[in-house]
């Protein structure tokens, strides 16, 4: 077995290095009992009971929704689905409001029932609600976390969501 030195650039020594023909592998006999093994374990016919019970436990995925198909409401930023134009409510009489912040921003929102791709920052908070009996939360694009808008949520139990309407896409 030969042996080289080369520098070690970390410190001012050499190290040694063998050559790789020198080290001794296993040969592909030494593994041929194992490979017949496992090879008949993973070509062995699945008995037809036991494919029905695995077709039982596995869970169907959902089906991927076309985001450019016009019956969603989406992020206008990443294209990500939201919900769905039949999830739209009126809320004290209306759909649409507009607000100003106490910042001085305007805001026209929408409400909508359900929001399935927001998620949530920080806590309910009372404090300058725009919907009597409301607490609200910030709510963001699950996908980019843009602003999206918030999510009111009441004492009895009551939610809905106030989209941004210039931050998302309508059909």
């Not at 990500?80 to 999830?87: C, G, K, N, S």
């Amino acid at each position: 077995m030969e042996i080289s030195w080369i520098p070690d650039f970390r410190s001012s020594h050499t190290v040694p290095v063998m050559e790789l023909t020198d080290l001794l592998l296993p040969s592909l006999d030494d593994w041929r009992g194992f490979d017949t093994i496992s090879t008949h374990l993973f070509r062995r016919p699945i008995d037809e009971e036991i494919s029905e019970d695995l077709a039982r436990l596995v869970k169907d995925e959902p089906e991927e929704k076309d985001p450019d198909c016009e019956e969603y409401v989406l992020c206008r930023q990443c294209r990500h689905i939201l919900t769905t134009p039949a999830e739209r409510i009126n809320v004290q009489g209306a759909h649409r409001h507009t607000f100003i912040n106490p910042q001085g921003f305007v805001y026209e929102i929408g409400c909508f029932r359900t929001v399935t791709g927001c998620g949530y920052a920080g806590p309910a908070t009372k404090e300058w609600s725009w919907f009597v009996g409301y607490r609200w939360r910030i709510a963001v694009c699950n996908r980019c976390l843009v602003h999206l808008g918030w999510i009111y949520l009441s004492n009895g139990n009551s939610v809905f969501y106030g989209l941004i309407l210039s931050r998302i896409i309508e059909p």
